[in-house]
């Protein structure tokens, strides 16, 4: 019997069989045989219907309790694969402004890297078939038909296609494949899918919520970048995850040279207006994966993940080209040269030392090396000095 849908023929009502008008014994046992066959049914179905319940129940429990993008996209396709014992979970979001890509990348992860999830800018574009959906799709695979929204199917015989609605508007699909040509069929109730798709969508909303009010308070309202805690936050992660996986982690301290006098100069507006142009500047030279801070006053930080020495040395000049080869407007027409001193460090693996410990390292060693380049005379890109990291002086 199908573990995920409800039987629709169940119910509490039992139809009695015809009596004839002066019946036999036999005739009283053959009834009282149907009788307990259809008793029996109805206790199975009701017993499986029960169960059905009960796991869809902690399932949207779980969905509830959820916290955080990444966990309810985790808990929709590999949590929901898991629970209904299923091989195949597809979700397809509407996303057309980003807005969950750039809350996935915020909290490091690549969207891309989600192979059982897509992002679509325009889900009618998509798939303008199944954007017509209103309730649960349940029957047999058809590729020509299906493909687009099972892209890797392998021998599916029957889906599933839950559209998640919210505030009447279409926000993404779940899509559930069986092997089972009677997993899903047109005869099974979807009630409970129906329900498991909007409590879905509910949640999507409200974590996505949550996170934008996360991201306001690690976020410098001036720059735009990270604030000085959020970097707290993801420095020991960064950390651990380049020691389990031995790959390279470096760090740029980056400090706008004389910055007091463009304020003594011309005001702090036009200070304000330097530090948010220096921010864009650093942005557009880095990746996605890549964690830009504003550390403090005029001081900005990168954590810079599987990146070794050489390539943050490379990077680190060319921060500091862009931003010395052409200067930064200012109110009233002006504009001011503007030169960045950098300092550059490499993650210093060390058995000795806490993760915790390492991380304030890699921070410190590239805060030395940024008051090398200072006192070496400014505009310059400092390697710290370091068992593992010789000093050098770039071009």
């Not at 021998?155 to 296609?161: D, Q, T, V």
């Not at 400090?255 to 007091?260: L, P, W």
Request: proline share 6%; aromatic share 6%.
């Amino acid at each position: 019997m199908d573990k995920l849908t409800p039987n629709p023929g169940w119910s509490p009502r039992i139809s009695m069989p015809k009596t004839p008008p002066n019946p036999s014994p036999s005739d009283l046992a053959f009834i009282n045989r149907q009788l307990r066959q259809r008793l029996s049914t109805l206790t199975r179905e009701a017993s499986h219907n029960e169960e059905v319940l009960k796991r869809f129940h902690d399932r949207e429990l779980t969905l509830l309790a959820t916290e955080s993008l990444p966990q309810l996209l985790s808990c929709l396709a590999d949590g929901m694969k898991s629970s209904f014992d299923l091989p195949t979970i597809q979700l397809v979001l509407h996303d057309p402004d980003h807005e969950l890509r750039h809350l996935l990348l915020h909290s490091g992860i690549e969207p891309d890297s989600l192979s059982d999830i897509r992002f679509v800018d325009e889900i009618s574009s998509f798939s303008p078939r199944h954007a017509r959906y209103k309730a649960p799709w349940l029957g047999a695979y058809v590729e020509q038909d299906h493909a687009i929204l099972f892209p890797n199917a392998a021998a599916l015989k029957s889906i599933a296609i839950l559209p998640m609605i919210r505030r009447s508007k279409l926000v993404g699909f779940i899509g559930l494949g069986s092997h089972d040509p009677n997993r899903f069929t047109r005869h099974h109730a979807s009630d409970f899918l129906n329900r498991l798709a909007t409590i879905s969508a509910i949640c999507l909303e409200n974590t996505a919520n949550r996170e934008h009010l996360v991201i306001a308070g690690l976020t410098d309202p001036l720059t735009g970048l990270h604030n000085r805690r959020y970097l707290e936050r993801r420095l020991e992660e960064e950390v651990t995850r380049a020691l389990r996986y031995r790959h390279p982690l470096s760090c740029l301290f980056i400090d706008a040279d004389h910055f007091k006098q463009i304020n003594d100069r011309h005001g702090h507006g036009a200070g304000d207006s330097v530090l948010r142009e220096l921010a864009l500047r650093v942005r557009e030279c880095l990746r996605l994966s890549d964690i830009a801070t504003r550390f403090g006053g005029e001081e900005f930080t990168l954590l810079l993940p599987q990146t070794d020495a050489t390539e943050a040395l490379n990077l680190a000049e060319r921060i500091r080209h862009r931003i010395q080869d052409k200067p930064i407007a200012i109110h009233g027409g002006e504009s001011v040269a503007v030169t960045v001193s950098i300092g550059v460090s490499a993650l210093r693996p060390d058995s000795d030392s806490s993760t915790q410990q390492i991380g304030e390292r890699l921070l410190g060693d590239a805060d030395s090396a940024l008051y090398e380049s200072k006192e070496s005379g400014r505009n310059r890109v400092q390697l710290a000095t370091t068992p593992a990291c010789q000093k050098t002086t770039p071009p």
